[in-house]
């Protein structure tokens, strides 16, 4: 392939990112530029280093700096098997949970970007670490966690802090 060749491929696949509503998973551009999902995460690093801002989400890749409304960070408390539970709780209130920062004691923040909208989002993240049997991060912290969550106004943002403190999950200290 000539360098013509993939560098029209890549601005291709950014242009299906910007285009795209929800994540897009490496395997569906694989199949859409019929090249293999291994071409693609070279394509999106390559895109990364020249500038373009990728997430790369359990869902798949979107472009960063997207979406209006409030961002912010709650501090999160609970046993693993709750996780799903707090999840709901958040997307059930309006919010959506942007992704999960621990601090470590050897490795400093650890951030897992989830994207994470919906119920059904939900199930199908536990559904991934049921099935990779993985740990949440907040695992590695006796629970203690926080969120990122992306709310359309300042009004759904309250409603998710009361459903977390409703739920117990809200770190006091």
Known sequence: MSM????????????????????VSAAALAERFSVSRQIIVGDVALLRAGGTDILATPRGYLLGGRGGGVERTVACVHAPEEMERELNAIVDAGGEVVDVIVEHPVYGQLTGLLGVRSRYDVAEFVRR?????????????????LHTVRCPDEKTFRRVRKSLEAENFLLNM
Not at 5 to 12: D, G, L, N, P
Not at 15 to 23: F, G, R, T
């Open 4 to 23: 013509s060749a993939a560098q029209a491929r890549r601005q291709a696949v950014a242009q299906a990112l910007e285009e795209a509503v929800e994540p």
């Open 129 to 145: 670490v049921e099935e990779h049997g993985a740990r949440p991060l907040s695992a590695l912290t006796g629970g203690i966690h």
